[in-house]
């Protein structure tokens, strides 16, 4: 009885939390930390370093903190996700391998052996089988209000025929899958590639800025170089800027305490 009702609480449209999420507390967490921080000074190891879930099973865990290692990643086979099993391939299972008719032709697979690129296989028209799909979406939907209007114990067949339609057109879109993720990616690595370019633009443009002061900066120095040349030479002969002021400013004094007296 007890199994029962953990299935129905594993498949139910909100499953509670598992029964384990008690043991994920503060004080188990940081034990768990101790731990690992003792066994990293046994092994002369980095205290942070990254663990794995084997190497975690392997340590001395107290029963209340097993729940906190993970467990191995599964690399094959199936896993359980609320009760219902998924499969790791990620190969989309056909129509009819899971017992469901399919309303649309299959593509055409080359045969055996044929490499001819002569003969390549024509591409299923995925846009107008879904528009089909949905067209016969809404005469089925308006056949079953009719059903239901008239003759309501009749629902079962008309409400498959929906059910199949919606599992068809849900397949389809899943054959987009692939290339949905070709293009996402093709898309990421573009922005990414516009934002290195940018980025090095900005970088070219603080780069010509930065030579610009440089630049200027050197030619002030060589003018000022230039000019303090120019000073020490003119001092040398002694007719340098400085001394022939000095001599106009006196006369010119002298003259005015002449006309004084």
Same mark, same amino acid.
């Given at each position: 009885m007890a199994d029962g009702g953990q299935q129905r609480a594993l498949t139910a449209a909100f499953?509670? !939390?598992?029964?384990? =999420?008690?043991?994920?507390?503060?004080?188990?967490?940081?034990k768990l930390e101790e731990i690992k921080q003792e066994a990293a000074k046994k092994e002369d190891a980095k !205290?942070?370093?990254? =663990?794995?879930?084997?190497?975690?099973?392997a340590l001395d865990v107290p029963p209340e903190l097993r729940f906190l290692v993970p467990p191995e990643i599964p690399n094959s086979g199936y896993y359980s996700v609320f009760g219902e099993l998924q499969s790791l391939s990620t190969a989309l299972p056909s129509l009819k391998d899971q017992g469901i008719e399919q309303l649309y032709p299959s593509p055409p697979a080359t045969e055996a052996g044929d490499t001819s690129p002569s003969r390549p296989a024509r591409p299923l028209n995925h846009a107008y089988y879904l528009l089909k799909i949905s067209k016969s979406l809404l005469l089925n939907f308006l056949e079953f209000v009719g059903v239901l209007s008239i003759a309501p114990e009749q629902f079962e067949s008309k409400l498959e025929d929906l059910r199949n339609l919606f599992i068809n057109a849900h397949h389809l879109l899943n054959l987009y899958r692939p290339?949905?993720?070709?293009?996402?990616?093709?898309?990421?690595?573009?922005?990414?590639?516009?934002?290195?370019?940018?980025?090095?633009?900005?970088m070219d443009q603080v780069k010509e800025k930065v030579e610009s002061i440089l630049e200027r900066l050197r030619?002030?120095?060589l003018e000022a170089d230039a000019a303090t040349d120019s000073v020490k030479k003119e001092t040398e002969k002694g007719t340098g800027p400085d001394e022939k002021t000095v001599e106009e400013a006196r006369q010119i004094w002298n003259l005015l305490s002449a006309d004084d007296d």
């Open positions: 499953p509670p !939390p598992p029964p384990f =999420w008690k043991h994920f507390t503060p004080e188990n967490i940081q !205290p942070k370093r990254k =663990w794995s879930p084997a190497e975690l099973r290339h949905q993720a070709r293009e996402s990616l093709i898309m990421m690595m573009e922005e990414q590639l516009d934002r290195t370019r940018e980025e090095i633009r900005q030619l002030e120095g």
